[in-house]
């Protein structure tokens, strides 16, 4: 059965409340010092495009961990619906220590190179890499990562 979910990676509700509230704490905190004690007005238009942009980064962190992503023998997917990429396009899987990779995750490179996404918290793509993780639990990603890997040497 080729749509059997073989693993599934999700932020805990716990990570998420943390997460989003310690950036909106960032948000509210950086613009409290804007106005409290307003620095040259250069520099109080940047601490109020900072603390937007915080604002604005916890809110899609928490709209985009929400989602879940699942492992098939055909791809890997969110339960969204949004195809992350074909198994049959990755390359290599590589979690060790010192790999660029996402918090608690692990990082995929595929044979072709894709569209720049970004879902902070759950995974990324900048062209040929794909980040799975920052939010998950580490047990999640590591149990992914692992099948993943036994699909590459199934298919070698």
């Known amino acids: 059965m080729q749509d059997e979910v073989l693993a599934s990676i999700q932020a805990s509700s716990a990570r998420r409340w943390t997460g989003v509230g310690m950036l909106a704490t960032v948000g509210a905190l950086v613009?409290?010092?804007?106005?409290?004690?307003?620095p040259d007005l250069g520099w109080q238009i940047f601490l109020f495009v900072v603390g937007i942009g915080a604002f604005w980064l916890s809110h899609h962190m928490w709209h985009s961990t929400?989602?879940?992503?699942?492992?098939?023998?055909?791809?890997?997917r969110t339960s969204s619906g949004q195809v992350i990429c074909k198994v049959e396009e990755v390359e290599t899987v590589d979690r060790g220590v010192f790999a660029f990779k996402p918090s608690n995750g692990f990082i995929i490179k595929t044979r072709t190179a894709g569209s720049f996404d970004w879902f902070p918290g759950l995974w990324w793509r900048v062209g040929r890499r794909i980040g799975i993780g920052g939010m998950t639990a580490a047990a999640e990603t590591k149990f992914m990562s692992e099948i993943l890997t036994g699909l590459l040497a199934e298919r070698s």
Do not use: G, H, K
Not at 31 to 38: D, G, K, N, R, T
Not at 66 to 76: F, H, K
């Open 66 to 76: 929400q989602d879940r992503i699942e492992l098939t023998s055909t791809d890997l």
């Open 31 to 38: 613009i409290y010092v804007a106005i409290a004690s307003p």
